[in-house]
């Protein structure tokens, strides 16, 4: 049984690198990292009724456990190359495997990414991938560079993701822009290849602006300051909730996979030219600042309320 769904996986993403010694079928992968390179390595879990609803499409969860990977890798300014897949499934189901297969494969192949080995087990439905890549030594971005008086950017729109989320708890129709933000994100790896030379932190939005900024601060030493109407909004949140709510789902809304970036003011006309290159929206949100945490001002310059800071697993 476990043979058939490894066996169902291989065959939707047969790796298409020739950097793949040994892919699936042997004890372990072997993998030739380019010289000169660094080794970029993340996983993330995603558990049942915990990241995503119960009957969510497998073809979606293959993509998005790639997805948000990748998104991390990106926020790291680096390449993309390789995953392996960790699934626990509660029984041997085939159309679930080879679903989920397909939804992966589709990303995968769209970012030139093999998947290399993994492991399936039985019990709760969970979903581990680890997405492995490369930077050239030296060059990978971390959350850790902001100063003072840098600019602070993010890339694409805030508060889809959770505006789809929102619809469908409350059984609302969902507008299908939003609904592809929540379950097909688009990680931002060709930013951030392009942000590899331009930013000074850059850290992935996974879950909420606010709280993802706030590691960013405080790996750097510092604070920031973002301007509530400064917000990217796309015009599906806009149409489908009032401003204020949008802009509660914009700075705490998990699963944006939007990359949250500073830079020095001497990097700014870079960056817009370096986004604009591959088709995506950036918008400067605020400034890095002493202290520490992230304050929201509105336009009359007064502190702001943030509706509450990120997902946390452990919370009492
Ligand atoms: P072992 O018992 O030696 O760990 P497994 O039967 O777990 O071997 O795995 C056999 C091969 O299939 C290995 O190469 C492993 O990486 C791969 N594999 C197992 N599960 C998956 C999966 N879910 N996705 C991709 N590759 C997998
Ligand atoms: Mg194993």
Same mark, same amino acid.
Not at 25 to 43: H, W
Not at 48 to 65: C, I, M, N, Q, Y
Not at 79 to 93: R, S
Not at 146 to 156: E, K, L, N, S, W
């Given at each position: 049984?476990?043979?058939?769904?490894?066996?169902?996986?291989r065959?939707?993403?047969?790796?298409?690198?020739?950097? #793949? #010694?040994?892919?699936?079928?042997?004890?372990? $992968?072997?993998?030739? #990292?380019?010289?000169?390179?660094q080794?970029?390595?993340?996983? /993330?879990?995603?558990v049942?009724?915990?990241h995503?609803?119960?009957?969510?499409?497998?073809?979606?969860?293959?993509?998005? &456990?790639?997805?948000?990977?990748?998104?991390?890798l990106?926020?790291?300014?680096?390449?993309?190359?390789?995953?392996?897949? $960790?699934?626990?499934?509660p029984?041997?189901?085939?159309?679930?495997? =080879?679903g989920?297969?397909t939804?992966?494969?589709?990303l $995968?192949?769209?970012? /030139?990414?093999?998947?290399? @080995?993994?492991d399936?087990?039985?019990?709760?439905?969970?979903?581990?991938?680890?997405?492995?890549?490369?930077?050239?030594?030296g060059?990978?971005?971390?959350?850790?560079?902001?100063?003072?008086?840098?600019?602070?950017?993010v890339?694409?729109?805030?508060?889809?993701?959770?505006?789809a989320?929102?619809?469908?708890?409350?059984?609302d129709?969902?507008?299908a822009?939003l609904?592809?933000?929540?379950?097909?994100p688009?990680p931002r790896?060709?930013?951030?290849?392009?942000?590899? !030379?331009?930013?000074?932190?850059?850290i992935?939005? &996974?879950?909420?602006? $606010?709280?993802?900024?706030?590691?960013a601060?405080?790996? &750097?030493?510092?604070?920031? =300051?973002?301007?509530?109407?400064?917000?990217?909004? !796309?015009?599906?949140?806009?149409a489908a909730?009032?401003? =204020?709510?949008c802009?509660?789902?914009?700075l705490a809304? @998990?699963?944006?996979?939007?990359l949250?970036?500073?830079?020095?003011?001497? &990097?700014?006309?870079?960056?817009?030219?370096?986004?604009?290159?591959?088709?995506?929206?950036?918008?400067?949100i605020?400034?890095?600042?002493?202290?520490?945490?992230?304050?929201?001002?509105?336009?009359?310059g007064?502190?702001?309320? #943030?509706?509450h800071?990120g997902?946390?697993?452990?919370?009492?």
């Amino acid at each position: 049984m476990e043979f058939g769904l490894i066996e169902a996986i291989r065959a939707r993403t047969g790796a298409g690198r020739r950097d #793949v #010694v040994l892919g699936i079928g042997d004890d372990a $992968a072997l993998l030739d #990292v380019p010289a000169g390179q660094q080794l970029v390595a993340c996983t /993330d879990t995603l558990v049942e009724g915990v990241h995503f609803l119960r009957g969510t499409a497998p073809e979606d969860l293959g993509w998005k &456990s790639l997805a948000v990977n990748l998104s991390d890798l990106a926020a790291m300014g680096a390449q993309p190359a390789w995953a392996m897949l $960790a699934l626990t499934l509660p029984a041997a189901d085939a159309d679930f495997v =080879e679903g989920f297969a397909t939804g992966f494969a589709e990303l $995968a192949r769209a970012r /030139d990414v093999a998947l290399v @080995g993994g492991d399936t087990t039985q019990g709760p439905l969970t979903i581990t991938v680890t997405a492995l890549g490369c930077v050239p030594h030296g060059a990978a971005l971390t959350r850790a560079g902001a100063r003072i008086g840098h600019d602070v950017f993010v890339t694409g729109t805030l508060g889809d993701a959770a505006g789809a989320l929102r619809k469908m708890l409350v059984r609302d129709d969902v507008p299908a822009a939003l609904r592809a933000r929540l379950d097909r994100p688009e990680p931002r790896v060709r930013a951030g290849l392009a942000l590899r !030379s331009l930013a000074s932190a850059c850290i992935d939005v &996974s879950d909420g602006l $606010a709280a993802d900024l706030g590691h960013a601060c405080t790996a &750097s030493g510092v604070g920031a =300051e973002l301007e509530l109407g400064a917000l990217p909004l !796309s015009a599906d949140l806009c149409a489908a909730f009032d401003g =204020e709510t949008c802009r509660g789902f914009a700075l705490a809304g @998990g699963d944006d996979y939007e990359l949250c970036f500073t830079a020095p003011e001497s &990097s700014a006309d870079a960056i817009l030219a370096a986004c604009a290159n591959v088709n995506l929206r950036v918008t400067r949100i605020g400034r890095v600042v002493a202290g520490s945490g992230v304050r929201v001002l509105d336009a009359a310059g007064r502190v702001v309320d #943030v509706p509450h800071a990120g997902w946390e697993h452990f919370a009492p």
